[in-house]
């Protein structure tokens, strides 16, 4: 092993030059035990956001990311686990829909969600809006509710991926988030630590999205497939638009409504179901459950109409602490102190609403954070009562602001209504599902969903560990 000094490291990636996997390592250790401060780790982040990693390096800084702490290890428990992990967006609730009915088709679902980012939600803020609701699961915790019924909503903490969570807060202020290597070894550090054998992106792309352009969002779906197959993971990615919210909510309290009301059967929205299908479909076939997408579709299908994945998400919630009678009275738990009702100021068809613009004023509403110490309001949000293509006529109601306060909600409301755009023509549907990515190549989803993707998936897998891209 090379000992070079921390200043050689950072300039060796100014010059361009790729480090080895020892150097790497010892950077991230000599950083978690303090000897290396957080000034030269971000300069070395820098360094790296203008210079690039190899993939052999990003395999590396995921592997010393992940040796920072604990690993899920299940033993021979289960047939197979897995995980969907998105790269956030707006209203976008499907890992409280897709984990569960995931593991009601008998796949483990030790997943790791996270808190909201920038102008998106987190799982994990939904989560904790459920009164009682723990997500600080230790190790053992989640491999005890795995072994007992196959599902578990964890958080990263200090015994997993600890190297992440600083890493990340010194991107964060130092604007070297965006970033291909840096985002695949941060997100993958969390999902290889899970202990799955299989896992779905969903990269989403669009104004709500960090990717905004098809462009970007394909160039982070090669580094994340070709990155997870080098870790042995059966992995595909789907990239979905993101310009409109998705469901008819935003907010904490209000997406878990939505979503207990769609596990329930009693309102699910087109895009929510088509979304959690294709990707949980995609799950099944990855991890050799199903021959197929579609067949994954159909079976996910009909485990929902049945109802078994709300009674594991009910499971899932009770043994985590959540108040379960919660969900029977819905509308009288995390109730708003004020409302505003923003209404049509023209006939025609909404034409388009800005999801970047409703996820800032969704934070602004008080349900998300403005700095790391802001307490969330689980009770605001906004929720839609019209979506993109709808007729309205003057005076129609399209949504309603929730916040703890009338000055909050009159604050926002040009914002959101500057968001939401009025046309006379109706606006062309665009598909929700816009290519599926695997190590092998890129398909349409039409052709993906029939593919029988099990064979195209392994491929890599029993090739060399650091396939070159
Ligand atoms: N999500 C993560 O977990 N890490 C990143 O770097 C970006 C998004």
Redesign the pocket.
């Known amino acids: 092993m090379s000992n070079i000094s921390p200043f050689e490291f950072i300039a060796q990636k100014q010059a361009g030059q790729a480090h080895t996997p020892e150097d790497i390592k010892r950077f991230i250790d000599d950083f978690m035990c303090d000897e290396i401060p957080d000034y030269q780790m971000s300069a070395w982040l820098m360094a790296v956001f203008f210079k690039g990693m190899t993939n052999e390096e990003t395999v590396a800084l995921t592997n010393a990311m992940i040796e920072t702490g604990e690993r899920i290890e299940f033993g021979n428990i289960y047939a197979s686990a897995g995980d969907k992990h998105s790269?956030?967006g707006v209203g976008d609730k499907i890992t409280l829909l897709l984990a569960p009915l995931v593991a009601a088709a008998g796949v483990a679902v030790p997943t790791i969600t996270?808190r909201g980012?920038g102008f998106t939600g987190g799982t994990l803020d939904k989560l904790e809006s459920i009164p009682g609701m723990r997500t600080d699961l230790s190790v053992q915790q989640i491999v005890d509710q795995i072994k007992s019924f196959k599902l578990a909503f964890g958080a990263q903490t200090s015994d997993l991926v600890p190297a992440?969570k600083s890493i990340?807060a010194l991107?964060d202020v130092t604007s070297t988030?965006r970033s291909y290597p840096?985002?695949t070894a941060?997100?993958l550090s969390?999902k290889v630590t899970e202990g799955i054998d299989g896992i779905v992106f969903d990269v989403k792309c669009g104004k709500g999205a960090?990717m905004e352009s098809y462009d970007e969002a394909l160039k982070l779906s090669n580094w994340l497939v070709r990155v997870a197959s080098c870790f042995k993971m059966k992995v595909a990615c789907l990239i979905t638009d993101m310009n409109a919210p998705l469901g008819t909510s935003v907010g904490n309290w209000l997406e878990i409504v939505e979503s207990v009301r769609a596990l329930k059967s009693e309102a699910i929205e087109p895009d929510i179901k088509e979304l959690t299908l294709a990707l949980g479909g995609t799950l099944l076939a990855v991890l050799g459950e199903c021959d197929t997408p579609d067949s994954g579709w159909r079976k996910l299908d009909t485990i929902w109409s049945s109802g078994a994945g709300f009674k594991k998400f009910v499971e899932a919630v009770k043994a985590q602490g959540g108040d379960i009678n919660s969900f029977s009275n819905m509308d009288d738990i995390n109730k708003p102190k004020a409302s505003l009702t923003l209404k049509a100021d023209k006939p025609g068809y909404i034409f388009d609403i800005n999801s970047r613009e409703i996820g800032f004023s969704s934070i602004a509403l008080g349900a998300g954070r403005k700095n790391v110490n802001s307490v969330i309001d689980s009770s605001a949000g906004i929720l839609f009562h019209k979506s993109v293509g709808s007729k309205v006529v003057l005076g129609t109601p399209i949504l309603t602001l929730f916040a703890e306060s009338e000055e909050l909600c009159e604050g926002i409301v040009d914002r959101v209504r500057k968001a939401v755009r009025i046309e006379d023509i109706e606006p062309k549907k665009k598909p929700l599902i816009i290519r599926a990515i695997t190590t092998e190549g890129d398909y349409s989803w039409d052709e993906f969903r029939k593919k029988k993707t099990i064979n195209i998936m392994q491929k890599y897998l029993h090739l060399g560990q650091y396939p070159v891209f």
């Open positions: 790269t956030g996270g980012l992440d990340y991107r988030v840096l985002i941060s997100i969390k960090f």
